[in-house]
């Protein structure tokens, strides 16, 4: 047979054939107020804030660029659907795109501290990338968040600052529905052949529940409300999705992970017990310690002390994020141990160079593994050694494991 007509031959049958080919994609939804919105600084930071620290600053230039891996759909929530500020370009709304390092709030309204973000960034930008680099392949993150939300009832003829009124009887135009409209979207701009399969859920809010007693006490009831009516939803768009949106098992069997929020004093001690009550009580709900050791901004740009969290406080946000779903969702036997228990002490931390450890008695190997769960290297600590080079690691978070027991969680700058 001539070549030509061969080469023709396969051709057409190579057209012919069905393609059922499906492109599917792991995808959280990352949703909440500010903390969620991000005030992380990804570098020339507006005058005035305290720390004015940027990305580069705290040694994760690593983060500070567009993540091709990483397809990125977030939506409008009323000031951050803008194309610059403080004449840096931001990140597209309602557009799926390659997640930048800017995907934070954003607002632009006039000149200095208060009139304009810059570039910011929230918890979402190193936890997608620790489970890209953990999957080592693309996955997509879903977010709509809008700062100063509560999800309490309201009684405002136009309700945009609640995400209560998830309530079918309530037409009024709420945060709750700008999440549904978000996910609506995505999945109608997905592009053919694509499919997004919800692995999760991150929720990080209720600093807003925790102004007035009232709210917070009606914060259990609200959020379980909130997490019950979100899955129904969620269930509706995917039936008429096309198959474009589907569950990693059922619906109702969906992930919830919720950051514990840092504000102190008694409401939000009673907002913490609340979330930690629905984590008790739900199977597929958990909690990720955002109270503790996370730094926050002592000047914000609102003049707010110690409400957000600043550039490191979100990085370590996100790598908390990423350590929990690892071990949930994917079921990484090294997550589940690595959590730090130990009387020993280690300095600096976040640390660059190397590590220096406090109260060894005895010696002990010691084994560094990474997030995933990877060894990276083993050694050997005395009581007239106690330091640790990691000047050839790259930027992350590892954990130490000293002997069989004690582990230590250390940020590698």
């Not at 396969?10 to 995808?27: C, H, K, M, R, Y």
């Not at 090294?334 to 109260?359: C, D, V, W």
Request: glycine share 10%; aromatic share 8%; net charge negative.
């Amino acid at each position: 047979m001539n070549s030509t007509i061969r080469l023709i031959l396969i051709a057409i049958l190579f057209v012919s054939l069905p393609s059922n080919a499906q492109n599917v994609i792991d995808t959280w939804i990352i949703a909440g107020q500010s903390n969620c919105e991000g005030y992380g600084i990804t570098e020339s930071p507006v005058n005035g804030l305290t720390p004015s620290t940027t990305l580069s600053d705290i040694g994760r230039s690593d983060l500070n660029v567009i993540h091709n891996n990483i397809r990125f759909f977030q939506g409008v929530n009323g000031s951050n659907d803008i194309s610059k500020s403080a004449g840096m370009t931001q990140a597209p709304k309602d557009l799926w795109h390659s997640m930048t390092s800017y995907e934070g709030m954003s607002f632009d309204w006039g000149n200095g501290l208060g009139g304009e973000s810059g570039r910011r960034f929230g918890y979402e930008l190193s936890f997608g990338y620790e489970i890209q680099q953990y999957l080592t392949e693309e996955i997509a993150l879903i977010k709509f968040a809008k700062g100063g939300t509560s999800i309490s009832s309201s009684t405002k003829q136009f309700n945009d600052g609640y995400w209560h009124d998830f309530d079918p009887i309530d037409s009024r135009l709420n945060q709750y529905d700008r999440l549904i409209a978000t996910i609506n979207n995505a999945v109608l701009n997905l592009p053919a052949g694509d499919v997004l399969k919800i692995k999760g859920i991150l929720w990080m809010q209720g600093e807003a529940d925790a102004k007035t007693t009232a709210k917070a006490i009606a914060y259990e009831a609200n959020l379980t409300e909130l997490m019950n009516q979100l899955l129904v939803n969620l269930e509706g768009i995917s039936s008429s999705s096309n198959g474009k949106l589907v569950p990693e098992i059922t619906w109702e069997e969906t992930p919830f992970i919720v950051g514990t929020i840092a504000t102190p004093g008694t409401n939000g001690d009673i907002i913490r017990t609340a979330q930690a009550a629905i984590a008790a009580s739900k199977s597929n709900v958990y909690t990720v310690d955002a109270t503790n050791n996370l730094s926050l901004m002592s000047v914000d740009d609102w003049g707010g002390n110690g409400i957000h969290y600043d550039t490191a406080g979100q990085v370590e946000l996100g790598e908390r994020f990423a350590t929990e779903v690892l071990s949930t969702t994917y079921g990484n036997l090294s997550m589940g141990k690595f959590e730090s228990q130990s009387n020993i002490g280690i300095r600096p931390n976040p640390a660059s160079n190397s590590l220096e450890l406090t109260n060894i008695l005895t010696s002990s190997n010691y084994t560094i593994y990474s997030i995933t769960g990877k060894q990276i290297s083993t050694g050997r600590i005395l009581p007239s050694e106690t330091q640790i080079k990691i000047s050839l690691l790259n930027a992350g978070v590892y954990f130490l494991k000293l002997g069989t027991g004690n582990v230590i969680r250390f940020i590698k700058r």
